[in-house]
């Protein structure tokens, strides 16, 4: 390979290498360009790892969080069952009447799960009119 | 082969600007690339009229795939719907079950703590009516709450049963139009029709096939707002018991205040 110094006004020659212009030697651009091929390199591999990492963690997430509150129902319950005993009659109404809520609750959850379910079936059948797309045919 | 110094701090730039763009091009996932490619031909229409009978095979086959593995999870929901339903119901039982005990003891400690107040006949036979009040008003509210999420379910099962053989003979009616188009367009094309014209009776088709199943869909969520009303109506039912639990509560309550003297707060 010859190195052509036109439009570099004064080559010089050190320690036997030839030097431009600019005192960038052969050798000095060869590194510049290795230096960035590194890079580019690092930066795909730091990218292909985030994006791995970005799907996992999609599926991991939630298996990161059930053990911690399997059931947070029955962790509710089970604290709602330290009881506090009123000290006063008056007190009493109010402690009893909290009952109520277990009571209260009980047809939103029928209807929360009701509706869950009647969507879902909305949803697959919803999902059956996007099997194709007739404008990309 | 020459480099010069003005050609290698041209090269030097080239790498510094197309390095990094082909290192984030390939890492754009495949599927990215495959919408834009597809995308493009979308806007060559011309093209695609020519080439939609040659293309036509794979396309049909892409089309098959997809609606038969849709089919197939429609067909897991319709199959798992009772089951899942019931299911559900038995986990909710069971949870309301485990809570109504947790209230019992919850009141059982209560009146064990008004017994230790009492110091007369009067106090005790007052604490004595109280838990009988009280209990027998739990017992009434809980049976009203069992009988009306016994009846909201009964309702949820007849407006689903109702709508049930509407929307999976809209899927089937679906199904089949689509296989029926695929036919007719595959045939069209062996015949040496106008690619054209297969294609624009094709897509006609399948737009006409989507609006019917849109539609019919519309029976699914009937049924959505059936069930939100049908729960109105029952929480009308619970909200009175609820009440009349609470001022029966609040009535016992007052009669033991008087006779431990203890005044009332308005």
Known sequence: MVVDYEGCTAPLIADGFLVTKNNMTHKQIIGAVITVLVFVTLAFFSRQLFSRNE??????????????????????????????????????????????????????????????????????VNNLGTSYDENNL | MKITCKRGASLFGFFLLVLPMMALATAVPVENRQVVTEAKKAGMPATQQETFCSRFNDRAKVIATTLAERKGQ?????????????????????????????????????????????????????????????????????????????????????????RKNETESAVEKFQSAVKEATAKAQSSCNAGTDPALVRSTFRSSLEANRFVLKTDRGAAEKVGMQVKSLAETRRVTIKKALDDFRTTVKVAQEKLKKVFGEVSTP
């Open chain 1, 55 to 124: 799907l996992t963690g999609q599926a991991e997430r939630p298996s990161q969080v059930m053990p911690q509150n399997p059931d947070p129902d029955r962790s509710q319950s089970t604290a709602a069952s330290v009881v506090t005993v009123p000290d006063t009659i008056g007190e009493v109404a109010g402690k009893i009447e909290d009952d109520a809520l277990t009571d209260s609750t009980a047809l939103d959850n029928e209807e929360e799960s009701s509706l869950d379910q009647v969507n879902q079936g909305s949803d697959s």
């Open chain 2, 74 to 162: 429609f067909d897991r929901y319709k199959n798992n719907q009772t089951s899942t339903r019931e299911e559900g119901r038995s986990n909710r039982d069971a949870l309301l079950e485990d809570q109504r005990s947790e209230d019992d003891q919850k009141r059982s400690e209560i009146y064990t703590t008004l017994g230790t107040k009492v110091t007369t006949e009067a106090e005790k036979s007052a604490v004595a009516d109280f838990e009988s009040t009280v209990e027998k008003a739990v017992g009434v509210r809980q049976a009203v709450v069992d009988d009306t999420v016994a009846a909201f379910r009964r309702s949820v099962d007849t407006a689903v049963a109702g």
